[in-house]
T-cell receptor
Framework: AQTVTQSQPEMSVQEAETVTLSCTYD???????LFWYKQPPSRQMILVIR??????QNATENRFSVNFQKAAKSFSLKISDSQLGDAAMYFC???????????FGKGTKLTVNP | DAMVIQNPRYQVTQFGKPVTLSCSQT?????MYWYQQKSSQAPKLLFH???????NEADTPDNFQSRRPNTSFCFLDIRSPGLGDAAMYLC???????????????FGPGTRLTVL
């Protein structure tokens, strides 16, 4: 079965610093999507960034970027110039081959210290 | 703005009293999902509709049912809520047009269910 692993249950970063959240996945598919979702406390889960597996270029959205290493099946999220509003639970997810379902990692809780 | 709407945002029910949660979307997406999320855990898929086709997860209890009367609306029915069913329930939508791979899921704000 496809799996997504987030090895860091919790991370912390100082405001304005950079932090990287790790994610590895296991799939036998050749075409798939990878996602990072953000869920602030008691708030809505929103998409941060997505990566299409067939694209070699790493996706970037403002202060958020990914390091996508397809051969290593690694998909880390880098947050630059961290802000207090970045504090949230971050979930890595991958499309599950041949279906319309996502596989989620267990999440990383990010704390941003002022 | 196109969005996924869930009502109510907070629901309190009594042990064993049926409850229905609703989800609507203005995205015209053909796939709708229901997830259960407990504190500090990843969302757990209960079931989803691909168009009108219902797809139940193998470990979803029979206590949980769903209806999708049209493209825009989807309901989650909990027939006899137990204390263990207290959780956040998330609705999500996506569009899938084969042979394309599934794209992004968009989540609603969730309904927090309390069981007394």
């Amino acid at each position: 079965a496809q799996t997504v692993t987030q090895s860091q249950p919790e991370m912390s970063v100082q405001e304005a610093e950079t932090v990287t959240l790790s994610c590895t996945y296991d799939t036998s598919e050749s075409d798939y999507y990878l996602f990072w979702y953000k869920q602030p406390p008691s708030r809505q889960m929103i998409l941060v960034i997505r990566q299409e597996a067939y694209k070699q270029q790493n996706a970037t959205e403002n202060r958020f970027s990914v390091n996508f290493q397809k051969a290593a099946k690694s998909f880390s999220l880098k947050i630059s110039d961290s802000q207090l509003g970045d504090a949230a639970m971050y979930f890595c997810a991958a499309t599950q081959g041949g279906s319309e379902k996502l596989v989620f990692g267990k999440g990383t809780k990010l704390t941003v210290n002022p | 703005d196109a969005m996924v709407i869930q009502n109510p945002r907070y629901q309190v029910t009594q042990f064993g009293k049926p409850v229905t949660l609703s989800c609507s979307q203005t995205l015209n997406h053909n796939v709708m999902y229901w997830y259960q999320q407990k504190s500090s855990q990843a969302p757990k898929l209960l079931f989803h509709y691909y168009d009108k086709d219902f797809n139940n997860e193998a470990d979803t209890p029979d206590n949980f049912q769903s209806r999708r009367p049209n493209t825009s609306f989807c309901f989650l029915d909990i027939r006899s809520p137990g204390l263990g069913d207290a959780a956040m329930y998330l609705c999500a939508t996506s569009v899938q047009v084969p042979p394309s791979v599934l794209d992004t899921q968009y989540f609603g704000p969730g309904t927090r269910l309390t069981v007394l």
